[in-house]
């Protein structure tokens, strides 16, 4: 599921890098960690929510199980479309904080203030990806993934290799592909339905929107630093390197999407079973879960390295061919960057899933 998402949001970069040019595709990485900060809040309500709701569905309590969780989805898209309007208010001086002038200004206007308007969708999708878990349908949220994702990728070739729309279609084809994600499991959730969860009417808890927040902190923050870092190295590289820097971080970026969404797609589906069994008091499942999950982690970050290394060339390809400085300083880059997913694994899914228990 995170698998698909993550090569569904690469898409913009391939079709603005290969079609658009590369101003345009320099302010869609120069925005990009802005609108996946604000995403960040649907990974920390879901993973953290989704760790309650498992646990209440552990101890048999599947009406409360349901209150909490449709308390969490309400809450969450009433506070995403104030928050959604503000920022598309202000992109312009958001733009302009992070460094963007002249046409790589305008263009993070266009890119920003769609997909802006789209960040409830956004947030809704990252948080239904851990409750189709926790309502025990893995594969529904797949399909629904793989649905958004091809709605993009058609909507991308169309409105930028055909209608030749450039960065707008670009970003109205994620926002399209953002509200599929995000509309279908609600009206699946909504309706009658054979999985553990439901929509229904409820009063918000304070307490529980809190323990739902604590709980995926660590998710949130993991990819608030990303999203942080991201917009640091941005500064420096429109200092040193311009243009040509942005794009090739970027780059970097959008490949390192794909590996590391095997992460947080562990991290999202072992979630809920953990809690589960912490819930049922299963302790020495527990402690089973916790040793596998550290071994899986650490052979899938050197089977990422060596994959990485291996495959430089050709994913750096994908974004850069057409543009031999671009491809060499991208393709340096990547080569180094690429340690980094020996580390990966622990500090994103391996530990945090057991700290809250």
């Not at 349901?66 to 009433?78: C, E, K, Q, T, V």
């Not at 409830?120 to 349908?137: D, G, H, S, T, Y």
């Not at 553990?196 to 604590?214: D, P, Q, S, Y």
């Amino acid at each position: 599921m995170m698998v698909c998402t993550s090569l569904y949001g690469i898409v913009d970069g391939f079709f603005v890098s290969n079609y658009v040019g590369k101003t345009p595709f320099a302010a869609v990485n120069l925005i990009m960690p802005l609108l996946m900060g604000l995403g960040s809040i649907g990974f920390m309500i879901g993973t953290g929510g989704s760790a309650i709701v498992s646990l209440k569905l552990g101890e048999g309590r599947k009406e409360l199980a349901n209150a909490y969780f449709s308390m969490l989805i309400y809450g969450a898209a009433a506070f995403s479309v104030p928050l959604s309007v503000v920022c598309f208010i202000f992109t312009p001086s958001l733009a302009s904080m992070l460094g963007a002038e002249g046409e790589l200004l305008r263009y993070c206007i266009i890119y920003g203030r769609i997909l802006f308007a789209a960040e409830p969708f956004f947030i809704l999708q990252n948080i239904f990806q851990n409750f189709f878990v926790a309502a025990e349908k893995p594969a529904l949220s797949l399909k629904v993934s793989v649905a958004a994702g091809l709605t993009n990728m058609f909507l991308d070739f169309l409105f930028i290799a055909v209608f030749d729309w450039g960065i707008a279609g670009a970003a109205a084809a994620t926002a399209l592909g953002q509200a599929v994600g995000s509309v279908v499991p609600i009206v699946y959730f909504a309706g009658k339905n054979d999985s553990l969860l439901g929509l229904t009417k409820v009063r918000f808890e304070k307490r529980i929107a809190f323990r739902a927040c604590a709980n995926g902190s660590s998710e949130m923050v993991s990819n608030l630093s990303m999203s942080l870092v991201s917009i640091l190295y941005n500064f420096q590289l429109m200092r040193f390197a311009g243009e040509d820097g942005i794009a090739a971080y970027g780059i970097i970026m959008y490949v390192n999407f794909i590996f590391q969404a095997i992460f947080f797609g562990y991290a999202i589906g072992a979630g809920p079973v953990v809690s589960y069994h912490y819930g049922a008091g299963n302790r020495a499942e527990l402690q089973n879960l916790f040793r596998k999950s550290l071994v899986l982690m650490g052979t899938s970050g050197m089977v990422m390295l060596l994959t990485a290394e291996g495959f430089n060339m050709p994913l750096v390809m994908l974004f850069a061919g057409y543009d031999p400085g671009l491809f060499s300083l991208t393709s340096r880059g990547f080569a180094l960057y690429a340690a980094a997913f020996l580390m990966m694994g622990g500090v994103i899914s391996g530990v945090p899933l057991f700290l809250p228990h």
